[in-house]
């Protein structure tokens, strides 16, 4: 009976060990687009928290996001497209908010120069409007309105 029970304890103190080993396991991620154009997409969304409805701090956050990404070399192609639909989601919310904001020219001529850079960056990439706007996680209707400017 002893030697049944030390070897069960024996059994499940190698079955716990082998378990335990898998926590101190390097976790492996498979960068796609996909997950890149979710990331940007993140980041431009925590951008838009931090700026507390400041156009002003939300820029400079979104160059303190890219100064970062380059110096890590991490930014890519569908960072960046994720990133720009972010802004430019963004930037419709700010023009709602600040009827001042949306009146200004830099404000119009950036949303058209967004707008061009999400279009070259989706071909780039081989990838449609809707299939970057689902990927960011964007709402269809919302994404389609603000990265190719349709009502």
């Known amino acids: 009976m002893k030697s049944k029970i030390l070897a069960l304890a024996i059994v499940l103190a190698i079955s716990q060990a082998a378990h ?51 110096r890590a070399n991490t930014d890519s192609d569908g960072f960046g497209l994720g990133l720009e639909i972010g802004t430019v989601i963004d930037k419709g919310i700010f023009a709602k908010n600040h009827p001042d904001y949306r009146e200004r020219s830099s404000y119009k001529i950036g949303l058209g120069q967004d707008r061009e850079q999400i279009q070259k960056l989706e071909k780039q990439l081989g990838i449609t409007n809707d299939e970057a706007c689902a990927a960011a996680g964007k709402n269809m209707d919302v994404c389609r309105a603000a990265t190719l400017g349709t009502p």
């Not at 997950?35 to 400079?60: N, Q, W």
Request: aromatic share 4%; proline share 4%; glycine share 10%.
């Open 20 to 70: 335990a080993g898998n926590l101190d396991k390097p976790v492996e991620h498979k960068i796609t687009n996909r997950t890149e154009i979710a990331r940007g997409a993140g980041a431009a969304a925590d951008c838009f928290s931090k700026a507390e409805g400041s156009p002003a701090a939300y820029l400079s956050c979104q160059e303190d996001v890219l100064g970062a990404e380059e």
